[in-house]
């Protein structure tokens, strides 16, 4: 499974950006699918996940609110709905999957896209 993420940049508080991980080599419908976030000197976080054969998401508590994840089967594409950004939201996102179920847990991932930055000026 290769993994593409796409859709980071420059974005002003409190507009919205999307990013998009597109995925090829094999279907996921038998997939977890994480986001995860990567801010300078920080671990990396789980954002959220969507289990790619029912649709079924999970966030971290703090982002759900405004974050919102969803899939494209035809497209092969898991997509994060980023709103109401903050600088606090600055930071490398990476998408992520996993041959199993939900987890929160980084390490627990089997496939990795390169990450795209996203920076909010305030």
């Known amino acids: 499974v290769q993994l593409q993420a796409s859709g980071g940049g420059l974005v002003q508080a409190g507009g919205p950006l999307r990013l998009s991980c597109a995925a090829s080599?094999?279907?996921?419908?038998?997939?977890?699918m994480g986001w995860f976030r990567q801010a300078p000197g920080k671990e990396r976080e789980f954002v959220g996940g969507i289990n790619w054969s029912g649709g079924t998401t999970y966030y971290q508590d703090s982002l759900k609110e405004r974050f919102t994840i969803s899939r494209d089967s035809a497209k092969n594409t898991v997509y994060l709905q980023m709103n109401s950004l903050k600088p606090e939201d600055t930071a490398v996102y990476y998408c992520a999957a996993r041959r199993s179920g939900y987890s929160s847990h980084y390490f627990q991932y089997d496939y990795w896209g390169q990450g795209t930055l996203v920076t909010v000026s305030s």
């Open positions: 080599g094999r279907t996921l419908f038998s997939y977890y």
